[in-house]
């Protein structure tokens, strides 16, 4: 991981180089007011075009108000926007392309290009609540045609604020992102991206991720901040040709009414060779942690470092699944989780947000954290080291209840083929941490808390092959002589 690091510095420091020394052209030279009115798509466009024919350079916007629909920027060119410059997504949905090749819309587009990058401290402002409730009215107007689903407009349909696609040499620095219409940033199939010290507010509609790396090769997300109604820094691959890989991320915060932390849920190809340190992750649905293989996605080589969750619904979540696996072979292994502390609440982690996570899959008492693979492909070479987690306990078994009897452990689903989420079991009958089908886990100094005695123990395993537990502490009161560590199904384990 130290090699891999290097590497995407020394790109890093390339990339800045040639960004420091391009030159600056005004916004304004382009005949583009701050009206904050007029909607100057193609000025814009013709600005980003003439940089690029001349060699390359920044466009500078200064402090200022600035609208505009799709514009897609060139090679060798940076879009820099200075203190109180705010670049407004325009709010009529009919002034955003659908590209032919990446099949989405966006405020901002790069398709097959290089050396170029998106500055602040200024802001982009896609206006993503007012567009999608105008989209809404275009189809139900007949003028564009969506399915609908889910009662709102397909993701591909509205507007992103970024995407960029096959780009090589990308910096995204110091940037303010909000309020866009659908996912905010995605990077699909590029090389060589550099993100640092940025800021997404991401919770105007519904499935606005923070962040979406889809396939990258070569990656460092840096001292940024994320608010997203949907996954906040989340790592996707979508072919099962391509891998994202070689991903640095230090040094972030999230929060989110999905995922803090998301390798999935598209998970075609992989993921392999990620180090996340210092993570701070608050008022999350979801999961903390969550690192997926659904699609057929070969995954190993996998680092977290440092984590601090709270207010969170579940701290990690691994799985293997076969949702969609096209006859490939799925594997996740060498996965290392260290120096985490979460607190799991008795309440809805989110509650109160625009856009909340949903109400589902209800009654159930508060589940456990779990490593859950799938019979004959288990979850491999696992190490849980320096975690604390602290649990509400509480859980009540005439609310909710799941057993440790053969027969129970047995009736418990393995729901391989729907959409993976840690919820999905309704009850697990652990309160710590719930393992199943994996082979190899250790718990260097793993503790669990819970505030209230529960009907359930700590840990529960079934079909796990070689672990040791014996450097676990568990804290629940009124638990003199209770089992917290129960094996099915298991072998060479030591505890």
Request: a negative charge.
């Amino acid at each position: 991981m130290k090699i891999i690091h290097k590497y995407i510095l020394c790109i890093v420091f390339l990339i800045t180089g040639f960004q420091v020394r391009s030159k600056d052209y005004s916004i304004t030279e382009f005949g583009v007011k701050s009206d904050g009115l007029t909607c100057y798509t193609t000025s814009i466009q013709r600005a980003i075009d003439a940089i690029h024919e001349q060699g390359g350079g920044c466009l500078v916007f200064s402090a200022g108000r600035y609208v505009t629909g799709s514009i897609y920027l060139k090679s060798n060119v940076t879009i820099h926007f200075e203190e109180g410059a705010v670049l407004y997504g325009s709010t009529n949905p009919l002034d955003y392309v659908k590209d032919a090749y990446v099949g989405w819309h966006s405020l901002i587009f790069a398709v097959k290009q290089e050396n170029i990058g998106i500055t602040g401290p200024g802001i982009i402002d896609g206006r993503g609540f007012i567009t999608a409730n105008n989209l809404m009215s275009l189809i139900h107007y007949g003028i564009i045609q969506d399915p609908l689903e889910l009662d709102r407009p397909n993701e591909s349909n509205r507007p992103e604020n970024i995407h960029f696609v096959e780009c090589n040499n990308i910096v995204i620095t110091d940037i303010t992102l909000r309020n866009p219409a659908g996912w905010n940033q995605t990077y699909d199939r590029c090389k060589n991206l550099h993100i640092g010290n940025i800021r997404v507010e991401a919770n105007a509609y519904w499935n606005n991720d923070g962040i979406d790396i889809v396939d990258c090769d070569g990656v460092v997300i840096k001292n940024s901040w994320f608010d997203a109604a949907d996954d906040a820094i989340c790592f996707k691959s979508h072919s099962p040709d391509q891998v994202c890989q070689n991903v640095v991320v230090d040094n972030c915060v999230g929060r989110s009414s999905a995922n803090g932390l998301k390798f999935g849920t598209a998970s075609y190809g992989g993921f392999k060779n990620i180090k996340v340190t210092n993570l701070t992750i608050y008022d999350t649905y979801r999961s903390a942690v969550t690192i997926a293989s659904v699609d057929g996605a070969e995954i190993e080589n996998i680092e977290v470092d440092g984590v601090k969750a709270i207010n969170t619904g579940n701290v990690f979540y691994l799985r293997i699944a076969s949702r969609s696996n096209s006859g490939r072979a799925p594997y996740m292994k060498n996965i290392r989780i260290s120096d985490v502390y979460a607190e799991v609440p008795p309440y809805k982690p989110d509650e109160g947000y625009n856009y909340e996570g949903p109400i589902q899959d209800q009654p159930r008492n508060i589940l456990p954290a779990s490593i859950s693979g799938m019979p004959g492909t288990p979850i491999q070479d696992v190490t849980l080291k320096n975690i604390t987690i602290v649990y509400p306990g509480g859980g009540d078994p005439f609310y909710a209840y799941r057993g440790t009897t053969p027969a129970e452990l047995d009736s418990i689903p393995e729901l391989l083929t729907g959409y993976p989420e840690f919820s999905r079991w309704k009850e697990l009958p652990a309160w710590g941490v719930y393992l199943r089908h994996v082979e190899g886990i250790i718990f260097d100094n793993v503790v669990l808390t819970a505030w209230k005695p529960d009907y359930r123990p700590a840990i529960v395993m079934d079909d796990v092959h070689t672990g040791d537990f014996r450097k676990t502490i568990i804290n629940e009161p009124n638990n003199a002589g209770k089992e917290q560590i129960i094996t099915y199904k298991s072998i060479n384990i030591l505890k």
